[in-house]
């Protein structure tokens, strides 16, 4: 079993829908979470991260964490064309310095 | 401004020889590491480094080998490349702020390498 569990999609939504993204994971040792956001043809590049449990917010962009399931999410407000790329969640045990990805969601936002 | 460089972007190799990928840093950081991308996989690490002499191996590091003679530079060299090895391969840099914090990655721009 993967540490880190994604839904590799294709997710395909209207411009302006609300889209959310989703990871599970196995290691309660996990304690900071993470988004990046990989353009095509392009490095990941961090989006949003997240410690321990609770939500963050950044613009459109809503970041969640729930410690008890193990399972994070990543919500897009009002998507836009500019949004479409591929969702990496990825986690971190305090201490360490290596990182567990999932395998990516790609996302399309049709205008 | 600081960057992550890769060299070369593209490349295409036959089985048996011996490729280098090359990773170039300017953002002083003092741990690095080597990722492949493939689809269904995401991201797997092969190497990575904490610092000047220091090399550990990752998940999928059979294959591979590193050396780190400098802060900036951290090459990727797989010995006898198979097909098995056609990827996309990244490197990635992050602050050491004494194993604490998020560590956040800083990715170069991905070597495309295909083994015929």
């Known amino acids: 079993q993967k540490e880190v569990e994604q839904d590799p999609g294709p997710l395909s939504v209207p411009e302006g829908a609300i889209v959310s993204l989703n990871c599970t994971y196995s290691?309660?040792?996990?304690?900071?979470f993470m988004w990046y956001r990989q353009y095509s043809r392009k490095g990941p590049e961090l989006l949003m991260y997240?410690?321990?449990?609770g939500n963050k917010e950044d613009g459109r962009f809503t970041a969640q964490v729930d410690k008890s399931s193990k399972y994070i999410s990543l919500f897009i407000r009002d998507s836009q064309p500019s949004d479409s790329a591929t969702y990496l969640c990825?986690?971190?045990?305090?201490?360490?310095?290596?990182?567990?990805f999932g395998t990516g969601t790609r996302l399309t936002v049709i205008p | 401004d600081a960057e992550i460089t890769q060299s070369p972007r593209h490349k295409i190799t036959e089985t048996g020889r011996q490729v280098t990928l090359a990773c170039h840093q300017t953002?002083?950081?003092?741990?690095m590491f080597w990722y492949r991308q493939d689809l269904g996989h995401g991201l797997r690490l092969i190497h990575y480094?904490?610092?000047?002499?220091?090399?550990n191996k990752g998940e999928v590091s059979d294959g591979y080998s590193v050396s780190r003679s400098n802060t900036e530079d951290l090459p990727l060299t797989l010995e006898s490349a198979a097909s098995s090895q056609t990827s996309v391969y990244f490197c990635?840099?992050?602050?050491?702020?004494?194993?604490?914090?998020?560590?956040?990655?800083?990715f170069g721009e991905g070597s495309r390498l295909t083994v015929l």
């Open positions: 997240t410690y321990s449990s």
């Open positions: 480094s904490y610092g000047v002499q220091d090399t």
């Open positions: 953002w002083n950081h003092n741990n």
């Open positions: 990635a840099s992050s602050e050491s702020r004494g194993l604490a914090g998020h560590g956040e990655l800083f």
């Open positions: 290691n309660s040792a996990f304690q900071y």
């Open positions: 990825a986690m971190k045990k305090t201490g360490a310095n290596n990182l567990f």
